[in-house]
């Protein structure tokens, strides 16, 4: 299996709702990546996590909440977002070290009403 | 601190036509990587290419191919004979090696994108 399966494909919340976005991969990489990306724009990274801790945290701001339960699964929880919010969330994977090559998902599409 | 520039913006070539995409990087480690990434208007992000700062070596696939140069921080992408289907985004990004684990920043820079006229 060398996919990252993202569910769901489209997302669309309100600015009162609670959500969460999920990210599977079973290639055994243990780095794994949230990335938004608005349109006309280069991906932007969210967060990281490194063998399931949290490793890098953009200055996201705390309506975006991540979750790394175990090494195949990445969650992003999301909770009173604004209509700016509306964005491709990208998650990737990888091993640790980064630099052997980034495997993406197909993304969530999330509109913010 | 890490940056990809990618100057240009959009790009507009009729078909069988050669293009290159231009991607300039900065960097302040010895050991790093670039890629390219293609992203269809379906939204997926697909790999082309890796390369990491050791290995300087031009590479072609297919009707694909790069230009790394390190003199002048460039790793430049050149389709040749254009395709419709070649329409896209195009990244380029740069991670650099993270010491202790952390995880690698995957940092891309603007997009250039392709438009292929038949």
């Known amino acids: 299996d060398t996919e990252v399966t993202q569910t769901p494909k489209h997302l669309v919340m309100g600015m009162t709702n609670k959500k969460s976005l999920k990210c599977e991969q079973h290639m055994g990489h243990r780095a794994m990546y949230w990335y938004k990306q608005k349109a006309k724009k280069p991906p932007e990274l969210m967060f990281v996590y490194s063998y399931e801790k949290l490793s890098i945290n953009e200055s996201v701001p705390s309506r975006f909440s991540p979750e790394c339960p175990n090494s195949s699964l990445l969650n992003l929880h999301l909770h009173a977002l604004q209509p700016e919010d509306s964005a491709l969330y990208l998650c990737?994977?990888?091993?640790?070290?980064?630099?052997?090559?980034?495997?993406f998902g197909s993304g969530t599409r999330l509109t913010v009403v | 601190a890490q940056k990809v520039t990618q100057a240009q913006t959009e790009i507009s070539v009729v078909e069988k036509e050669d293009v290159t995409l231009d991607c300039v990087y900065e960097?302040?480690?010895?050991?790093?990587?670039l890629f390219w990434y293609k992203q269809p208007p379906s939204g997926e992000l697909v790999f082309l290419i890796r390369?990491?700062?050791?290995?300087?070596q031009n590479e072609i696939s297919g009707r694909y191919s790069w230009n790394f140069q390190k003199s002048t921080s460039s790793f430049n992408f050149t389709i040749t004979a254009s395709q419709v289907v070649d329409s896209a985004v195009y990244f380029c990004a740069l991670s650099e090696w993270e010491a202790g684990n952390q995880g690698g920043k995957l940092i891309f820079g603007q997009g250039t994108e392709l438009s292929v006229k038949p």
């Open positions: 990737a994977s990888s091993q640790v070290a980064g630099g052997y090559g980034y495997t």
């Open positions: 960097t302040r480690d010895t050991t790093y990587y």
């Open positions: 390369r990491n700062s050791f290995d300087e």
